[in-house]
């Protein structure tokens, strides 16, 4: 399918098409992708058999990107739905799309998503694997064979998926550590709960653990990631940082090493809820015991008392981890652990994540990351309003909000000050500055 993966093209000196296109995208020398591809520390997530797909590139160096999640449920299984939150995520301004549909004909939604946009696509096998089990094979999840599991794999990358998530590193060793340490939540990946059930009913390892070897075969002629997923992230405070999340992050440590050996790309998962205090920790631990590999976190939520606002405590955390030196982040939504978001809830967790990130980018000197910041700056000394708009993260609403506040345009000041506006009487007391 193809002569040779961007990894492999960039491990032999030859600065590819893709990377010339990527580098151009960031604003970097194409040297700069080629080194980082092959050092690891930088994946391009494009699927050879996806045409129409942006290339994004994320690591080291380069603008954090966001991901918004979206997929049916059994609850929902309206593909329509799914399509307009694809729209409105990319709009908002997301880099990626994660399909995790359990619900309805995943099959049609999951292809249907990938031609609506442009934007990469992430799903997770495993979850095609478990449906297929139960409402195709008329079987329970645990019946599921190892051959049903590699074929869900190899039918998502032929469908042109860019990146796909599997839970390698959930081990029967991880789980009687997981066990003795006493988790108040246990297991909260839907994909990693799968994997728990499927090795203790079958008294087995895990097969994607088990057959890496034959995972890398399948996935590196569609030159697509491997993003190695945190079966035991943390669901809560009290759970980050233990025994179980760090075992399977020095797994993942080890996969990676073998994953390059073959030449595939690799991202890395991190956890979901922890302190403030332990982010900069755990952000610095994978890119120690994972060589470097780009970073991708849930959040992390930093309070687990906020349901209805959780894209603020995912931003507020995913800013920190970002600054530390994560490089992609996956947003959460006001509706996380209340229901499946609405497009209005996409939107709104888009907009946190782009904020985290952006602010993030600005610390670690992202080339040209402060440049709206000062333009931003200069039209608000001007009461240049449309100017202000036109540079806003999410310019219909700060346009909304201003309309909505009544305010009189002959004095170009908002109605927080009026005619007291600092900017009006700075360039009355000193004119011409």
Same mark, same amino acid.
């Given at each position: 399918?193809?002569?040779? !993966?961007?990894?492999?093209?960039? %491990?032999?000196?030859?600065?590819?098409?893709?990377?010339?296109?990527?580098?151009?995208?960031? +604003?970097?020398?194409?040297?700069? /992708?080629?080194? &980082?591809?092959?050092?690891?520390? @930088?994946? /391009?997530?494009?699927?050879?058999?996806?045409?129409n797909g942006r290339?994004?590139?994320?690591?080291?160096?380069?603008?954090?990107?966001?991901?918004?999640?979206?997929?049916?449920?059994?609850?929902?299984t309206d593909i329509?739905?799914?399509?307009?939150?694809?729209?409105?995520?990319?709009?908002? &301004?997301?880099?990626?799309?994660?399909?995790?549909?359990?619900? &309805?004909?995943?099959?049609?939604? %999951?292809?249907?998503?990938?031609?609506?946009?442009?934007?990469?696509?992430? !799903?997770?096998?495993?979850?095609?694997?478990?449906?297929?089990?139960?409402?195709?094979?008329?079987?329970?999840?645990?019946? $599921?064979?190892?051959?049903?599991?590699?074929?869900?794999?190899?039918?998502?990358?032929?469908?042109?998926?860019?990146?796909?998530?599997?839970?390698? +590193?959930?081990?029967?060793?991880?789980?009687?550590?997981?066990?003795?340490?006493? %988790? @108040?939540?246990?297991?909260?990946?839907?994909?990693? !709960?799968?994997?728990?059930?499927?090795?203790?009913?079958?008294?087995?390892?895990?097969?994607?653990?088990?057959?890496?070897?034959?995972?890398?075969? /399948?996935?590196?002629?569609?030159?697509?990631?491997?993003?190695?997923?945190?079966?035991? %992230?943390?669901?809560?405070?009290?759970?980050?940082?233990?025994?179980?999340? @760090?075992?399977?992050?020095?797994?993942?440590?080890?996969?990676?090493?073998?994953?390059?050996?073959?030449?595939?790309?690799?991202?890395?998962?991190?956890?979901?809820?922890?302190?403030?205090?332990?982010?900069?920790?755990?952000?610095?631990?994978?890119?120690?015991?994972?060589?470097?590999?780009?970073?991708?976190?849930?959040?992390?939520?930093?309070?687990?008392?906020?349901? #209805?606002?959780?894209?603020?405590?995912?931003?507020?955390?995913?800013?920190?981890?970002?600054?530390?030196?994560?490089?992609?982040l996956c947003y959460?939504?006001? !509706?996380?652990?209340?229901?499946?978001?609405?497009?209005?809830?996409?939107?709104?967790?888009?907009?946190?994540?782009?904020?985290?990130?952006?602010?993030?980018?600005?610390?670690?000197?992202?080339? &040209?990351?402060?440049?709206?910041? /000062?333009?931003?700056?200069?039209?608000?000394?001007?009461?240049?309003?449309?100017?202000?708009?036109?540079?806003?993260?999410?310019?219909?609403?700060?346009?909304?909000?201003?309309?909505?506040?009544?305010?009189?345009?002959?004095? #170009?000041?908002?109605? $927080?000050? #009026?005619?007291?506006?600092?900017?009006?009487?700075?360039?009355?007391?000193?004119?011409? $500055?």
């Amino acid at each position: 399918m193809i002569l040779a !993966s961007q990894m492999e093209f960039a %491990r032999r000196g030859q600065i590819t098409e893709k990377m010339k296109k990527v580098a151009l995208n960031e +604003g970097v020398d194409p040297e700069f /992708i080629r080194a &980082g591809l092959a050092a690891g520390t @930088i994946v /391009i997530c494009n699927n050879v058999k996806h045409l129409n797909g942006r290339l994004m590139a994320v690591g080291k160096g380069l603008r954090t990107k966001v991901n918004a999640n979206i997929g049916t449920s059994r609850d929902d299984t309206d593909i329509e739905n799914e399509l307009n939150k694809a729209r409105v995520a990319v709009a908002a &301004g997301a880099d990626a799309l994660m399909d995790l549909s359990t619900g &309805g004909p995943v099959d049609e939604i %999951r292809r249907a998503i990938i031609a609506e946009t442009d934007a990469s696509i992430g !799903s997770v096998p495993l979850y095609q694997a478990a449906l297929d089990a139960v409402s195709v094979h008329k079987k329970a999840i645990i019946d $599921m064979t190892v051959e049903d599991i590699f074929a869900a794999v190899e039918k998502h990358l032929e469908d042109g998926v860019d990146f796909i998530t599997v839970h390698c +590193g959930v081990t029967r060793r991880t789980v009687e550590l997981m066990k003795r340490e006493g %988790r @108040i939540m246990d297991v909260v990946s839907r994909g990693g !709960s799968f994997t728990v059930e499927w090795m203790m009913r079958n008294n087995a390892e895990n097969p994607l653990y088990e057959h890496f070897d034959r995972l890398l075969h /399948i996935i590196k002629p569609y030159d697509a990631v491997l993003s190695l997923g945190d079966g035991f %992230r943390p669901g809560c405070l009290a759970d980050a940082t233990d025994r179980a999340q @760090i075992h399977e992050l020095i797994l993942l440590g080890e996969l990676t090493q073998r994953a390059w050996d073959a030449d595939v790309q690799v991202i890395i998962e991190g956890p979901g809820h922890m302190p403030l205090n332990q982010i900069v920790t755990n952000v610095q631990l994978q890119k120690q015991l994972c060589h470097g590999a780009p970073f991708y976190v849930l959040g992390q939520l930093v309070t687990d008392i906020a349901p #209805g606002y959780d894209h603020i405590t995912s931003a507020i955390g995913g800013a920190i981890a970002a600054a530390a030196g994560a490089d992609f982040l996956c947003y959460v939504t006001p !509706s996380e652990h209340l229901r499946l978001p609405s497009a209005d809830d996409v939107h709104e967790g888009v907009i946190a994540s782009r904020i985290a990130a952006h602010a993030a980018d600005i610390v670690k000197g992202v080339p &040209g990351s402060l440049n709206k910041d /000062i333009a931003m700056a200069k039209c608000r000394k001007a009461l240049d309003w449309e100017g202000q708009f036109a540079l806003a993260l999410d310019p219909p609403k700060a346009r909304r909000v201003r309309a909505e506040s009544g305010v009189n345009e002959e004095h #170009g000041a908002c109605t $927080m000050c #009026g005619e007291f506006c600092a900017y009006k009487i700075m360039d009355t007391a000193i004119p011409n $500055m």
